[in-house]
């Protein structure tokens, strides 16, 4: 499968796609000066629309209350203070208990290490054997993987608490480890099949004729190699895992949620004046470390994006 | 390194086992993938399918009833509701994303400087959880103290933004900040379609007089109709996956307004005792996704294989 063209020239290092992209020659980007100023304004009316959202949360979370029921979404505090952090971060209330957000932080940081790591690296293996050992029917088995990426989990929601329940996992952190790598196996097997499927055979074999094991080939020639798809599969499988509701929902009850299925009850929490402030500072907390990994890699994230979806 | 057992008795049998042993590796390696698969996607679904069929309430029974949990679920209003929304829903949020994606792709496409940050800034939505999502749509969509004081506040005085606890608009909110979240994505599967256009024929079609907007409508468009579908079909089988954004933003509420099968099939299931009827719901969603996707992945599959893999 070819990887699909990149968005600048930099992802595929295909040389022929930096020649295409951006050369004096090019009829765009020629206009007059009038169509050049509309087009920055839309531009930058539109990056306006798409950055007032986390604008808004950031002013409001460092506002004292009184400011909010004061001013509007978009004043900047007068008074800026970092109360509601604190506040989310060790007394909101998450349903009956008020230790704020931090254990469900924890709960969401080790749940989404743990099945990263082992979703990521069966993924791998799983795309190895795919790619350089290719048996008869082999491609009929991917595609029996690749469907599980796209089915509703709703599908197997009663059947995955029924067995967490006999296996005794139910409503843990490893229960939730144990689901999002079954479920997250089908991605990280897409990712290293389509990516290992481009990388020479010649030196796999031989290797092989060298005398090479199947663990050693994949130790010393593919895995060395492998550091572009594994930061792909990581990135996905991170922001996935983090950002998941569902499955939060359904298999964790009270302190073992993760921190989504924590920042919505702090949301729903209600008991008097509602502390939006506090309600911001913990959603900017549950964002935190999928924008943090956004931002070191954002290359990386759209490259999972576009290979999760344009894919062969 | 190759072991060679020089052992006198051993010779033969030693080799010949690490030898099929590394036949069957790869194999062996590959089957606890194929393991889980066959159980909790195949067999689950099975299992789903199977409790469907029953008259399951509050635990799992096995008198068989036919379809009538389907026709139960039918029955309900807040079905009929759900699948209401769903389609409002979907084809708003496809068709936006859509002319939103495009619009700003090709706006990027102009030879924009900070063209890099632009991009970051539409894409970085995708990166959040749709319950921070729904959390900073629902604050700023608060009637009293979010978008509609601020435009009170900036003199249009009689202004009105009260959609979210609206019954009739609601599910409209949904759209909003689902468009929110997925526009960016869009916009870089156009841009990465728009890169792989053969600049030359743009070329010869700017000398040839077209002006730019023409070259976009007759000759760019056209081609970018791979994309077209990609979009469409990831967009879809998305929205009728919805679920976090819609209980984080409305929670199925005002009422049970903005309902979505999703939520339908969550509530019977977990917190109405239904399991017959939740398993047919969600038989309904798989089925749904499965006339969606399993033509597309099948016609992908083969392209690449034809293609040379």
Redesign the interface.
């Known amino acids: 499968m070819p990887e699909p063209a990149g968005i600048d020239s930099r992802p595929t290092g295909d040389t022929t796609m930096q020649q295409h992209w951006d050369t004096p020659e090019m009829a765009q980007g020629k206009g007059s000066l009038r169509s050049r100023v509309v087009i920055y304004g839309l531009l930058g009316f539109f990056a306006l629309v798409y950055l007032l959202p986390l604008i808004v949360m950031v002013l409001t979370s460092f506002k004292p209350l009184s400011e909010i029921y004061a001013g509007n979404i978009v004043a900047l505090p007068k008074q800026w203070t970092v109360e509601p952090w604190v506040s989310a971060w060790e007394t909101a209330c998450v349903g009956l208990s008020c230790n704020g957000i931090k254990g469900y932080f924890w709960n969401s940081t080790k749940m989404t290490v743990l099945a990263v790591i082992l979703s990521t690296l069966i993924g791998l293996l799983n795309g190895y054997v795919l790619t350089k050992w290719k048996f008869k029917g082999a491609n009929v088995l991917f595609g029996l993987i690749l469907f599980g990426c796209f089915i509703p989990f709703q599908i197997v929601l009663i059947p995955m608490a029924a067995f967490l329940g006999k296996v005794g996992i139910a409503s843990s952190t490893a229960g939730l480890v144990f689901v999002h790598t079954v479920y997250g196996l089908c991605f990280t097997t897409l990712y290293a099949r389509n990516y290992y499927i481009a990388f020479p055979d010649e030196l796999v074999k031989s290797a092989m004729i060298d005398g090479a094991r199947f663990f050693n080939i994949f130790w010393r020639i593919l895995l060395p190699n492998s550091g572009p798809i594994i930061i792909v599969t990581v990135i996905w499988q991170f922001t996935n895992i983090w950002n998941d509701f569902l499955f939060g929902a359904s298999f964790s009850t009270g302190e073992s949620a993760p921190m989504t299925v924590a920042l919505n009850n702090v949301v729903n929490t209600s008991t008097g004046e509602r502390p939006y402030n506090v309600h911001m500072a913990a959603a900017m907390i549950a964002a935190f470390p999928t924008l943090l990994v956004y931002i070191f890699g954002g290359r990386y994230f759209v490259r999972g994006l576009m290979a999760g979806s344009v894919k062969g | 390194?190759?072991t060679t057992d020089s052992g006198a008795s051993a010779t033969q049998e030693a080799p010949r086992f690490s030898r099929r042993l590394?036949q069957w590796?790869?194999?062996l390696?590959?089957s606890?993938?194929?393991l889980?698969?066959l159980v909790?996607?195949?067999?689950?679904?099975l299992?789903?399918s199977y409790?469907s069929f029953t008259k399951s309430r509050g635990y799992?029974v096995h008198e068989l009833v036919g379809f009538l949990q389907y026709a139960r679920v039918w029955a309900q209003p807040r079905w009929s509701v759900a699948i209401h929304n769903l389609a409002i829903f979907g084809v708003l949020y496809v068709a936006i994303c859509l002319f939103l994606g495009l619009l700003?792709a090709i706006?990027?496409?102009?030879?924009?400087r900070q063209?890099?940050t632009?991009?970051?800034?539409?894409?970085?939505?995708?990166?959040?959880?749709?319950?921070?999502?729904g959390?900073?749509?629902?604050?700023?969509l608060?009637p009293g103290?979010?978008?509609e004081?601020?435009v009170r506040?900036w003199g249009w005085t009689g202004f009105k933004f009260d959609w979210i606890v609206n019954e009739d608009m609601a599910i409209y909110t949904v759209v909003i900040a689902a468009v929110?979240q997925a526009s960016?994505?869009v916009m870089?599967?156009f841009?990465?379609?728009l890169?792989?256009i053969?600049?030359d024929i743009?070329?010869a079609?700017?000398i040839d007089g077209a002006t730019?907007p023409r070259?976009y409508w007759r000759i760019i468009i056209p081609q970018l109709r791979p994309?077209f579908l990609?979009s469409v079909v990831?967009l879809a089988?998305l929205a009728?996956?919805s679920?976090?954004l819609v209980?984080?933003l409305t929670?199925g509420g005002p009422g049970y307004a903005t309902d979505l099968p999703?939520l339908f099939?969550?509530a019977h299931?977990?917190t109405r005792n239904q399991?017959g009827m939740?398993?047919a719901?969600?038989?309904m969603?798989?089925l749904t996704?499965a006339a969606i996707?399993?033509p597309y992945?099948?016609s992908?599959?083969r392209?690449?294989?034809a293609?040379g893999?």
């Open positions: 390194m190759e590394q590796l790869p194999k390696v590959l606890p993938t194929l889980i698969t909790f996607v195949y067999g689950f679904i299992w789903t409790l799992p700003l706006l990027l496409d102009q030879r924009i063209e890099g632009l991009r970051a800034i539409f894409l970085y939505p995708m990166a959040l959880s749709f319950i921070v999502t959390t900073a749509w629902k604050w700023m608060n103290l979010g978008i004081k601020l506040e929110w960016g994505f870089a599967m841009l990465a379609g890169r792989g053969d600049q743009i070329k079609a700017s730019l070259i994309v990609s990831i089988h009728i996956k679920y976090d209980v984080a929670g999703s099939m969550y299931t977990f399991l939740g398993a719901s969600a038989v969603m798989l996704v996707m399993v992945l099948y992908e599959v392209h690449a294989r293609g893999h």
